[in-house]
């Protein structure tokens, strides 16, 4: 699944994650010290950001640990490969929606899909959907930024990465014809 | 900012969710939920350094770096160069987009603008330079470029609306 070939790598990027949290952490002890005037505000500040993650970040993780165990990668594909006109925008972003996994494993899926003959523009969308629209993720941004800010914010990404879509397929369409009437001529 | 009710209900709401999921879970397949419970847990211990960095960040950004520092950089007086300011800076930088928010919230309430900060999340989830080499691989160079730059101007537009609408 998501970790597959390179747990050892995840392992290491995660123990140079907690090393820099270490460090990150000395470094504010160090300046709060040097600054104890700041130092009240900046630990209410902290705290307050805390609590609000905690609140909601355990729930989060859970939500994403069943959506990749119950919509696997492989049904992503299977429905993607085959879809197009406006069944297949939706699918492409609702199918990039879903939460499963980051986007470096999105880029192979993406390749993978255009060797199926999925459309350009539904392959774009689908990317794009996969990287700016996670739906945990949007829980989140509800809590942080308000539910007005989360809406406006999404309902524009997904007009402007359908509007991107199509616009790369046709620009790369266009190109594609130019070049091979120059080899012919 | 919100009220504290508000930011509790959405904090119930996603709770209740899966929690409600939870229970299908378990009811449907013991072994599908540990394997998900598993996930859920490796994805926390993965993302506890990062929280924790943010977290201490947004204290000492709040607490040292005066507002009208920040609402002259990146503020509603700033204009248009603010959200260039932000929308460069969502592009380079590789934040996860789950950390992203705290400290985008954190920036509104130092003083940023509604634009800038639109267009800090967006750029930092639609443009990718740290994956850009992946991305040219797999895609090829036509398409990673159109997408990326066609992905900054539109994270431009779409904060400036978010600015005139909110």
Redesign the interface.
């Known amino acids: 699944m998501k970790n597959i070939g390179n747990t050892k790598k995840n392992k290491k990027n995660m123990r140079k994650d907690y090393i820099t949290m270490a460090v990150v952490l000395v470094i504010a002890a160090v300046l709060l010290f040097v600054f104890p005037q700041k130092a009240s505000s900046v630990l209410t500040i902290s705290r307050n950001y805390l609590v609000e993650l905690v609140l909601v970040l355990p729930a989060v993780m859970i939500i994403i640990g069943l959506f990749s165990v119950w919509i696997p990668d492989q049904m992503v594909v299977k429905y993607m490969g085959h879809a197009s006109g406006a069944k297949g925008i939706i699918l492409s972003l609702v199918l990039g929606m879903l939460p499963t996994g980051p986007l470096y494993i999105a880029f192979p899926m993406a390749a993978a899909l255009i060797k199926k003959g999925a459309k350009r523009s539904n392959i774009i969308i689908f990317i794009s959907a996969w990287a700016c629209i996670k739906l945990p993720q949007e829980l989140i941004e509800i809590q942080f930024l308000g539910i007005k800010f989360t809406f406006l914010r999404l309902g524009l990404t997904i007009v402007f990465v359908i509007i991107m879509g199509i616009i790369i397929e046709k620009l790369i369409e266009f190109t594609d014809k130019k070049n091979i009437k120059a080899g012919r001529s | 900012m919100?009220s504290i009710v508000?930011?509790?209900l959405?904090?119930i709401i996603?709770?209740a969710?899966?929690?409600g999921?939870?229970i299908f879970?378990v009811v449907k397949s013991k072994e599908?939920t540990k394997?998900?419970?598993?996930?859920?847990?490796k994805?926390?211990?993965?993302?506890?350094?990062?929280?924790?960095?943010i977290?201490?960040?947004?204290?000492?950004l709040?607490?040292?770096i005066p507002s009208n520092f920040i609402s002259n950089i990146i503020g509603d007086k700033a204009g248009f160069w603010g959200i260039m300011v932000t929308a460069v800076l969502g592009s380079v930088l590789f934040i996860p987009?789950?950390i992203s928010?705290?400290l985008?919230?954190?920036l509104?309430d130092g003083g940023a603008s509604?634009m800038s900060?639109?267009a800090f999340?967006?750029t930092l989830?639609?443009v990718?330079i740290v994956?850009l080499p992946?991305?040219l691989?797999?895609?090829g160079k036509?398409?990673t470029i159109?997408?990326n730059v066609?992905?900054f101007i539109?994270a431009v537009?779409?904060a400036i609306?978010?600015g005139v609408?909110?």
């Not at chain 2, 394997?35 to 847990?41: M, Q, T, V, Y």
């Not at chain 2, 994805?43 to 960095?53: A, H, M, S």
């Open positions: 919100k508000s930011n509790y959405t904090a996603i709770n969710i899966s929690l999921w939870l879970s599908k394997k998900s419970l598993k996930i859920a847990f994805t926390f211990i993965k993302i506890i350094p990062l929280v924790v960095i977290i201490v960040f947004i204290g000492f709040l607490g040292f987009a789950l928010f705290p985008a919230a954190s509104l509604v900060v639109a999340i967006t989830t639609m990718g994956t992946l991305e691989r797999e895609l036509k398409t159109l997408r066609l992905s539109f537009a779409i609306l978010m609408i909110l």
